[in-house]
């Protein structure tokens, strides 16, 4: 019983921290099957992520602080979908007076709601970090991930490599959040492998209801090749080092330590 409940907390926490992403998702669903009037698509798609982003910082549900973050991202993103649009890795069909070079201005608020459920989940779960790896390194991977997306229309593609990488640094490195009180723990590159497998079926949601299409789903959509999941999986890799390293250097929500043993023994659970 006391496990069920946990489980329900922790599926509670999860849904809270994931408002931002809920709200893009049912607006794609909801203007792909009731076509609203006087804007394209895409136009009305970025009223409301803009107005859903003012609600949250209004209300309280994100801080100033992360509303930075969030923003980050968002120019992040947007600078990857200018250049994979301009690839032809991915296209955006519709119509809409807030495309640029083909790349809706709604697409960026796409990776900024994952920015959204980091910091969200990072504040909510009161999530702390163990064995830390140095900073040189953290920037050094991030900026070789996000690079790798770029380069590897033109080059080889290192994104195994990368991802082998990723298991080397962080080896040792542990993620704790607590749940009703209690401190469970768990292999942070677990957490990236289960973040970026939902993220790939959220991918799929996103592109079943048109928010974009790859080239294989022109002509009907079809199943996000497998495949994506490490495209993704990278990209929550950046998503979360940036967040993490940002919040170091700001010295709050959420402390990164190297403890030598855990001080709520008994009170703790392995996930």
């Known amino acids: ?149 770029f380069t590897h229309h033109y080059w080889i593609d290192i994104r195994w490599w990368l991802s082998g990488l990723v298991i080397v640094v962080f080896w040792k490195t542990w993620v704790e959040y607590e749940v009703g009180g209690t401190r469970y723990h768990m292999p942070l590159a677990l957490s990236f492998v289960l973040i970026g497998f939902f993220i790939w079926i959220a991918e799929n949601i996103a592109t079943f209801f048109g928010a974009w299409e790859y080239p294989n789903q022109t002509e009907a959509w079809s199943l996000v090749h497998l495949g994506k999941v490490s495209s993704w999986l990278l990209l929550v890799i950046v998503s979360f080092l940036i967040v993490a390293t940002l919040k170091r250097v700001k010295g709050k929500g959420g402390a990164i330590h190297i403890p030598t043993e855990h001080s709520q023994q008994g009170q703790e659970g392995t996930v």
């Not at 209300?59 to 930075?68: A, F, H, I, Q, V």
């Open 1 to 149: 019983m006391r496990a069920g409940k946990q489980l329900l907390r922790f599926g509670w926490e999860q849904a809270l921290s994931c408002l931002f992403p809920v709200v893009i998702f049912a607006s794609l669903a909801l203007t792909q099957i009731i076509p609203l009037p006087f804007l394209p698509r895409y136009d009305w798609l970025l009223l409301i992520c803009l107005v859903m982003q003012w609600g949250m910082v209004k209300s309280g549900l994100e801080t100033p602080d992360e509303l930075k973050v969030i923003t980050l991202f968002h120019l992040i993103g947007l600078a990857l979908e200018l250049f994979k649009v301009h690839m032809g890795s991915w296209s955006y069909p519709g119509e809409g007076y807030s495309k640029l070079f083909g790349v809706p201005l709604y697409s960026g608020f796409m990776y900024a709601s994952v920015a959204s459920y980091l910091c969200q989940a990072w504040r909510r779960l009161k999530v702390e970090l163990i064995r830390w790896p140095p900073f040189w390194a953290v920037v050094a991977l991030a900026a070789a991930i996000y690079l790798n997306f």
